[in-house]
């Protein structure tokens, strides 16, 4: 007999899924390739509870960040990998305009509890945290594997309708762009990554300012990342590779060398 639910891609949305369903009790299987070229698999992680030029806190984050750190800790104690980090953003003000905008938001109290100490060059966001989404996806593929739930193959959603009570479509951009899902008014975003070998980096700090550098273990570090609306293929660029570039340069005081991109 089928499982009742048959989830599509095991990527993060994926992964997530199969994770409160089995917790749930229910019957479910994953169809999955494999996680090469997938968005999960290359994302930092990066869990930030003030962002952008407005400097407002991400959707939600009071109540979904310990909702966040619970989930994690579960995984991790469930599939025995490490995959929660706490972390620390220093955010540099890119200018005069962020630097007044900051101090209207810390006098009224709007970015509470997330703003800690505070200068003439930038302030800290306390209360970040990085998920190590590589570990994550690999670790929960194998459990899954173990337990035969996991069908290593491409498979099209709407020929599985016919074998479950429910299909799940996880697959990310690959089906959202073409088929049964083209009514939906999808916003396609293209990101692009350096990972950089820089020395003395503080390994709970993400420094950021336009772009973000994030501490990734001994020397290393991601740079990310490029924001290009409506792009679709994924292949990295030397116009990516030279933004990433000078945002690391404004970013550190000390020399760094591009590792991968």
Sequence with gaps: MSPEILIVGQGLAGTLLAFELERAGVSFAIADAGHEGAASSVAAGVINPITGRRLVKSAGVDTLLPVARQAYRELEALLGVGLWRDMRVRRIFADERERRVFAEKQASGEL?????????????????????????????????????????????????????????????????????FDFVPWKFSKGELLEISVAGLAADTVLNCGHWVLPIGGDAAWVGATHEPGVLDGEPTAAGR?????????????????MAH
Excluded: N
């Excluded at 966001?125 to 290593?152: F, K, N, S």
């Excluded at 599985?160 to 073409?178: K, M, N, Q």
């Excluded at 945002?247 to 020399?255: E, F, N, S, V």
């Design 112 to 180: 509470a509890p997330f703003v800690g100490a505070s200068d003439e060059t930038g302030f800290w966001i306390e209360g970040a945290a990085q998920v190590d989404l590589g570990t994550l996806l690999a670790a929960a593929r194998e459990h899954w594997r173990r337990q035969g739930r996991l069908r290593a193959e491409r498979v099209k959603p709407a020929v599985e309708a016919d074998r479950h009570p429910l299909v799940v479509d996880c697959s990310g951009v690959t089906l959202a762009r073409g088929g049964a």
């Design 242 to 258: 030279a933004v990433l570039e000078a945002g690391a340069r404004r970013l550190l005081d000390r020399p760094f060398r591009v």
